[in-house]
């Protein structure tokens, strides 16, 4: 039963496990508790080993599982033991293998899944007390109220309380920093947890992802054939509800009309496919084996574009929302989450930390490169529906067949878990950066990187916070403004039309910064390769930074620049203006006079001329002290570069400035 509309099969294994967990610790350790629960344990007991039908062994963990949490636990102190089975197996579960207790920050998940169980099983006692006396739901509601409410004395009640408090010890620890940089004034290096990583590594293993993509793409999806669907600025309506839509049903998009290019090339029987079919008996039927092996391979491209877009597409998502996205609408889903915004290919999430608080979604909008843009539109285009075929002769399976119908991601036999996202990303970082990164540590280093090179999308969002003159001028806020004024329906809910597009924007500059052709330009995947990208700026050396040096420093380095090019410079200019020698200083005259006895015989500069000629010689190695200081100067301003020397570096990289 999903409790959670976005919850898929393995979530909900996941959060399930803490439920199974106490149920084996009371198989073991049934002597431990009340003997009526003991008694319902037994009674679990047999029904398993006698193989019972299932629906009588759900029935019996309901009712043990009911005794259990409608029980008011009281302390014995003949037994040392902790009363509550659910407290004692909370505290198991906190356990590390050393022996200590895990932080609070990792006891608020367990204490999450726990409730949500009782949440269920209290609705199902609910619905079943409706079914089998004559009561509403009201009424049976309040009769289990004190059961699953706070502020009670019960298990529910008691898991809240230490919820609360664990949370408040998480949100007011704090805790080491996870990231070190060793370069501070490009940022292109850091350590995570002491783990070197340097930006330009990481942009190799986006090189990585993409030769491996396309030959996957090529090599063993389409196994040499040259197929593709040219495609122009696509259609999507993105507020239809309908169940089945997408962009690639869209009727206005008439090159998506025909989607059985790659089934009529199989059909012909010849080339890298002919194996798929074979006679018996003068009957074509299908090799299964070959089916499996070309659902592997595809399961290979799919989790390459998995990858692709969780790294490339910005701001990286949730493992588990991004492997259960659907391409499509369902009857259960009416939002799917692959739409195009122009020409963007984009990734629409929904989840947020806020969710529980707000109680709404947000639809958050991550826009893909554009190689995984246009992998992606072939293969939904033209692989996608044999794949549906292919599950249906090999697993005979009406789920499994949905499954490739619905889903943007699938791995063979199942949907991914992020699990299996952190085994791929693994196998592409730990060449390039000595360093298997999973998901959860490329969050921590993406949104580091993202900040430092100013295309995180907390600035856009906390942009449009803030009050304009605008809204201040219609007599009320921004906030109000984006909630109620002037909304269309491509308006996303948690932001305003107009910065809709900085979150694609976002992407975009992401892209631009790895080195791989940004998404929205519509280009076929041969045409956005790396190696070919045009105008792809480099966050390695930005002209700011060239500024960053200490002013010491630059003031040392410039004075001896000076004074070993002045003589030169010097003579230059005797040599444009006539003069045989400089006109000595008055100190260079003294030393004159000392090293020759007929120096006063020789006709000098007066007093006065002497001290001129000083002034125009301090003015001369000021002017190319100046030009060494700001060699960009050109005449434009004559302004000084201390300001900006000393000022921190803008990571104008980005836009090539």
């Known amino acids: 039963m999903p409790f959670h509309k976005h919850r898929d099969n393995n979530t909900l294994r996941k959060y399930i496990n803490p439920v199974v967990h106490l149920l084996a610790m009371l198989l073991r350790h049934r002597w431990s508790f009340d003997l009526v629960t003991n008694t319902l344990t037994l009674d679990l007991e047999e029904q398993l080993a006698d193989?019972?039908?299932?629906?009588?062994?759900?029935k019996q963990i309901h009712a043990l599982l009911m005794k259990i949490w409608m029980t008011s636990w009281l302390k014995n102190d003949d037994h040392p033991h902790i009363a509550d089975p659910t407290e004692a197996c909370m505290a198991l579960l906190t356990l590390n293998q050393d022996g200590s207790f895990k932080e609070p920050k990792n006891v608020t998940g367990i204490i999450t899944k726990f409730e949500y169980c009782m949440r269920l099983v209290f609705l199902r006692e609910i619905k079943n007390g409706i079914s089998t006396e004559d009561m509403d739901e009201p009424t049976a509601c309040d009769a289990l109220q004190r059961w699953f409410t706070e502020k009670q004395y019960s298990m529910f009640a008691r898991l809240r309380s230490l919820q609360h408090r664990a949370s408040t010890i998480s949100y007011?620890?704090?805790?080491?920093?996870?990231?070190?940089?060793?370069?501070?004034?490009?940022?292109?290096?850091?350590?995570?947890?002491?783990?070197?990583?340097?930006?330009?590594?990481?942009?190799?293993?986006f090189q990585d992802t993409e030769k491996d993509l396309i030959s996957t793409w090529e090599n063993k999806v389409l196994r040499g054939l040259h197929l593709r669907v040219d495609y122009g600025k696509l259609a999507d309506d993105l507020t239809n509800k309908d169940v089945g839509y997408s962009f690639i049903s869209d009727p206005r998009n008439e090159c998506f009309r025909d989607r059985t290019l790659l089934i009529k090339?199989?059909?012909?029987?010849?080339?890298?496919?002919?194996?798929?079919?074979?006679?018996?008996?003068?009957?074509?039927?299908?090799?299964?084996?070959?089916?499996r092996k070309w659902l592997q391979d595809y399961t290979e491209l799919q989790k390459l574009l998995l990858l692709r877009a969780e790294m490339l597409s910005g701001a990286p998502g949730r493992g588990t929302e991004l492997t259960s996205m659907l391409y499509c609408n369902t009857q259960t889903r009416h939002t799917r989450n692959l739409m195009v915004f122009d020409q963007h290919v984009t990734l629409l999430c929904q989840y947020s930390k806020t969710t529980a608080l707000t109680e709404h979604?947000?639809?958050?909008?991550?826009g893909l490169d554009a190689i995984t843009s246009d992998i992606l539109i072939q293969d939904l285009a033209m692989a996608r529906p044999f794949t549906q075929l292919a599950a249906e002769v090999c697993f005979g399976n009406d789920s499994m067949v949905r499954l490739y119908k619905n889903h943007l991601f699938v791995n063979f036999d199942r949907a991914f878990t992020t699990d299996d996202l952190s085994t791929v990303m693994k196998k592409y970082s730990l060449p390039r950066i000595q360093f298997g990164m999973s998901a959860n540590p490329w969050r921590h280093v993406q949104m580091a990187w993202k900040c430092k090179f100013k295309c995180a999308m907390e600035d856009l969002i906390e942009m449009d916070r803030e009050d304009d003159v605008e809204a201040l001028q219609a007599g009320h806020t921004r906030a109000t403004e984006n909630?109620?004024?002037?909304?269309?329906t491509q308006s996303l809910a948690g932001a305003a039309e107009?910065?809709?597009?900085?979150?694609?924007?976002?992407?975009?500059?992401?892209?631009?910064?790895?080195?791989?052709?940004?998404?929205?330009?519509?280009?076929?995947?041969?045409?956005?390769?790396?190696?070919?990208?045009?105008?792809?700026p480099r966050p390695m050396r930005d002209r700011s930074t060239d500024c960053a040096m200490d002013a010491s420093m630059v003031d040392d380095i410039a004075a001896r620049v000076v004074e070993r090019l002045t003589p030169m410079l010097t003579e230059l200019m005797q040599a444009i203006t006539g003069s045989r020698s400089p006109p000595p200083t008055r100190k260079d005259k003294g030393k004159q006079r000392e090293m020759d006895p007929w120096e006063d015989e020789r006709p000098g500069l007066s007093e006065t001329e002497e001290v001129l000629q000083e002034a125009e010689e301090a003015e001369f190695q000021a002017v190319i002290l100046a030009s060494i200081r700001n060699?960009?100067?050109?005449?434009?301003?004559?302004?000084?570069?201390?300001?900006?020397?000393?000022?921190?570096?803008?990571?104008?990289?980005?836009?090539?400035?």
């Open 265 to 291: 090339e199989i059909a012909k029987e010849h080339g890298a496919f002919s194996e798929f079919i074979l006679e018996r008996d003068g009957e074509l039927i299908w090799n299964r084996a070959e089916l």
């Open 172 to 205: 007011d620890t704090m805790e080491p920093p996870r990231i070190w940089w060793t370069d501070m004034v490009n940022w292109t290096s850091l350590r995570y947890k002491g783990n070197p990583i340097a930006f330009l590594d990481v942009c190799e293993i």
């Open 51 to 58: 193989e019972e039908e299932q629906s009588k062994v759900i």
């Open 631 to 657: 060699p960009r100067d050109n005449g434009s301003t004559g302004e000084s570069s201390a300001t900006g020397r000393r000022s921190a570096p803008s990571h104008a990289c980005l836009d090539g400035h």
């Open 361 to 366: 979604d947000k639809l958050i909008p991550h």
């Open 498 to 536: 107009d910065v809709l597009p900085l979150y694609l924007q976002a992407s975009t500059r992401w892209q631009q910064c790895c080195k791989v052709m940004p998404g929205g330009s519509g280009l076929p995947y041969r045409r956005a390769r790396s190696d070919l990208a045009e105008n792809t």
């Open 483 to 488: 909630r109620i004024y002037g909304l269309s």
